[in-house]
């Protein structure tokens, strides 16, 4: 028989002080959920396993590794014969296909930003000749070694992405995966093999595909989308591109810059969702550098001629008349649907709304187990940072001591056509919308940006505008500026708004001169006093 354990009193008393404490603080309920988690992860394959490698699936996935939690991460881009584009996961129908990384890698973001920067040194070209520098001969673009230049810098990347997960000690798989049940996802590899793996904890990081109107006949099989252009292997040409999203106009934007000839066929408004007055002067610039809009016109087919174009016959919804236009190019941006309709869904209880969205609540859905990031999470935002926050919370949640959750307001952004658009918080709209136009002052101002004064650049478009609240410190409640580097010049405001941004703040900081930022913290002039708002000098 084993002899009794003695423990003396002031040993007794010490742990009784510890348990005490540890259940006071919580820290009994976090150990017990931790062991009990433990026990139940022990009885799968990983303890997370992320399906989509874009950058929310990867920040995830690297953050839960830091745990020392054994994690996987399946991705894989499937190119889709024509026409067969609303059946596969990572489909384009012109049979595009691109490495780890993500639409914001690949197919978004990082090639959009840098086509946007090439037409942005076309214009720098026409303005040094204006501050004296003799540049002669042709500036014709060479689109392949664009295209050359700019695929390499993606490659650089999805490289980089494959040495970071070995690097953490995540394992990748290239392969497709879809729900056999809640806790069991098919792998399916590049060479048709299959694999079967269990997971105590499941991340949906699937992104978005482009809409095509599959109404339209010819629309799939003889019109590329932002999924193709940045690795199109000629030059487009004359250019359509079809929509009103961010997408559609940057794209058309730095088409344009690059020489190519371009219009924009628009259903009914551009940038919806974005501040109205800030879209409309958006597209009055794009149409004032000589963009052509075809405002309220849809497409109702598309089919290739003789000499290899593509003849469009579009049809405007206020007038119903027929119009046709032959075009070398043309692209589909009218949207994007989250990729949930083919992963096993329906082998789980997780839920989507009707357009395919995950339905839950701080990126779990309705499965305790299973979360969503991302574009496809229904109360999310569609923005890579965002995306990237968003999974790393949810492992530190998962697997650390951490409670904080995603917050998705005071979110920043920019739309980069070739005026930029950067925002931060409350659309004019909404703020109205949220406390009432009695209650919001807005301040405004319309400015020229020096460096456009030598060049004789256009500036009527370059406007800032606050929205404050009317009240007490008159809190900041959305900022948004049109003109160059506008994403640069919002990045700081926006930390200065989740500190609580007022005007008076606003106002008592001193601006950098001559910079276009300076003009934020010079606002004074309200809409309500109707006073003119242009600025005229220092």
């Not at 809409?211 to 292997?233: C, H, K, N, T």
Request: with cysteine; hydrophobic share 40%.
């Amino acid at each position: 028989m084993a002899a009794p354990m003695i423990i003396c009193r002031a040993c007794l008393t010490k742990f009784s002080n510890i348990s005490r404490n540890v259940h006071r603080n919580g820290h009994f309920s976090q150990l017990l959920q931790r062991h009990r988690y433990s026990t139940a992860a022990s009885n799968y394959d990983y303890d997370l396993v992320v399906i989509g490698g874009g950058s929310g699936g990867l920040a995830c996935s690297k953050e839960a590794a830091q745990f020392d939690k054994k994690v996987l991460v399946m991705d894989y881009v499937d190119p889709s014969p024509q026409g067969m584009y609303i059946l596969l996961l990572h489909p384009s129908p012109q049979g595009t296909k691109w490495g780890l990384g993500g639409t914001c890698v690949n197919v978004g973001c990082i090639p959009k930003k840098l086509m946007h920067q090439a037409s942005l040194l076309g214009e720098a070209v026409h303005d040094a000749k204006k501050y004296g520098w003799n540049i002669d001969g042709n500036h014709d673009i060479t689109w392949e070694k664009l295209i050359e230049g700019v695929q390499n810098h993606v490659k650089s990347l999805n490289w980089g992405h494959r040495v970071q997960l070995k690097d953490k000690r995540v394992e990748y798989l290239n392969a497709k995966g879809s729900f056999l049940d809640e806790h069991r996802i098919k792998a399916v590899m590049a060479n048709g093999k299959e694999k079967v793996i269990t997971a105590a904890n499941v991340v949906i990081a699937t992104g978005m595909r482009p809409r095509y109107p599959v109404e339209v006949p010819g629309a799939q099989e003889f019109s590329i989308s932002s999924d193709d252009i940045f690795s199109l292997q000629k030059p487009p040409g004359k250019t359509l591109v079809i929509g009103a999203s961010y997408v559609a106009l940057e794209c058309a934007g730095f088409l344009h810059g690059l020489g190519f000839p371009t219009s924009l066929m628009v259903r009914s408004i551009a940038l919806r969702g974005f501040d109205r007055q800030m879209a409309g002067l958006v597209a009055d610039h794009m149409q004032g550098v000589g963009i052509p809009f075809l405002w309220t016109c849809v497409p109702i087919n598309l089919e290739k001629d003789n000499n290899g174009q593509i003849v469009v016959t579009y049809q405007n919804t206020q007038t119903e008349e027929i119009h046709q236009d032959v075009f070398d190019t043309v692209m589909m941006a009218i949207g994007r649907d989250p990729i949930t309709s083919n992963i096993g869904l329906e082998n789980t209880s997780v839920q989507v709304n009707e357009k395919g969205y995950v339905i839950g609540e701080n990126e779990q859905s309705t499965v305790p187990h299973i979360y969503a990031i991302g574009d496809i999470l229904e109360s999310g935002k569609e923005l890579t940072p965002v995306a990237i926050r968003a999974g790393k919370l949810l492992a530190q949640r998962l697997f650390g001591d951490s409670k904080l959750h995603m917050d998705y307001t005071t979110v920043p952004t920019t739309v980069f056509t070739p005026l930029e658009y950067g925002t931060v918080g409350l659309s004019e709209d909404a703020a109205i919308r949220r406390f009432g136009e009695d209650n919001i002052e807005v301040y405004h101002a319309f400015y020229k940006p020096l460096e456009y004064s030598v060049a004789e650049r256009p500036a009527e478009q370059c406007y800032i505008k606050m929205i404050c609240r009317r009240d007490g410190t008159q809190q900041v409640l959305g900022l948004h500026f049109l003109g160059p580097h506008a994403g640069e010049v919002i990045q700081g405001f926006a930390a200065a708004m989740k500190c609580g941004l007022t005007l008076d703040t606003m106002q008592s900081t001193i601006g950098i001169h001559p910079t276009c930022a300076e003009e934020i913290v010079k606002l004074h002039i309200t809409k309500r006093s109707g006073l003119d708002p242009t600025v005229t000098g220092c």
